[in-house]
């Protein structure tokens, strides 16, 4: 049944649907987590910052390392931050490295320019121009694979390299790519053309089509027929983010691509990414297993 327009930005709002702060507070406390988080991981790792891979302002890597350990021959989680494509930042985006790094991975967090100032078009290049530089790192370091984690609109972004076959350096190149970890993501872009979210970002039906994932899920799945993707979200997720969810991994599944879905319960929008910070944490634990770290 379709969600009336005048009750889409309720929907699509992820703060109202928390069943531990009201939606101000719930957002105050994530921006709080995820920046200590980080300023965690910048102190107790090794970590070469703000790398650029691109002309934009925003457009940088930072990568973590445990202190002192190898940099060859590591898998890499590669961390692609939300905040509906016009807030959040890389200096946020590293909260989940210490458990990871811990566990025998490379963490790459990658930043981009966010709306008002760029487009969503301009939003993905910037986001398939980093993954260039990453399969060129992961090369030279004879990494044993990378493995995409996105939140949010980060699980948008991620969605839309595994439809990329990064051909022009190397035809093999997207086979570097073995899995996916995509937490709380929306991958029809179009109920948002109707909401505030679209705001910023000035997508017509047709543009938001074409940027969504749930179009290109023939191409995904083309290119992941050797790839574990791992579809998440939590318990107190706004219904839409769960249906679309639940949508993506049905259609990815029926199409043979090895997929898992994960429902984590006693969990909001915000917290099922914050507590990456946790060993002990379920998803934690089944992204090293994604990995195979565990």
Partial sequence: MAIPEKELDYHYSPSRWSHRYGPDEV??????????????????????????????????????????????GLPILVYIHGGYWQNLSLEMSGFMAPPLCKAGATVISVGYDLAPEASMDRIVSE????????????????????????????????????????????????????GAALVSGVYDLRPLTKTYVNDPLKLDEDDAWRFSPANFVS???????????????????????????????????SRKVKTRYMD?????????IEKLQKDSYSLTKEILRLMKLS
């Fill in 27 to 72: 957002i105050d406390a994530h921006i709080k987590s995820v920046t200590e988080g980080s300023k965690v991981a910048h102190w107790c790792l090794d970590c070469d910052s703000d790398i650029p891979y691109g002309t934009g302002k925003k457009q940088k890597l930072d990568i973590f390392n445990a202190k002192n350990a190898k940099r060859n």
């Fill in 219 to 253: 191409e995904i799945a083309g290119l992941s027929q050797q790839r574990d993707i791992l579809i998440a979200v939590a318990e107190y997720d706004p219904p839409e983010f769960r249906r679309q969810s639940a949508d993506m991994e049905k259609d990815l599944s």
């Fill in 264 to 272: 984590i319960s006693d969990t909001d929008h915000f917290d099922v």
């Fill in 127 to 178: 986001i398939k121009q980093a993954m260039r530089y990453i399969l060129r790192y992961a090369k030279e370091h004879q990494s044993r694979g990378i493995y995409l984690c996105g939140h949010s609109a980060g699980g948008h972004l991620a969605s839309m390299v595994l439809a990329c076959e990064f051909a022009e350096d190397d035809a093999f190149d997207s086979e570097m790519i073995k």
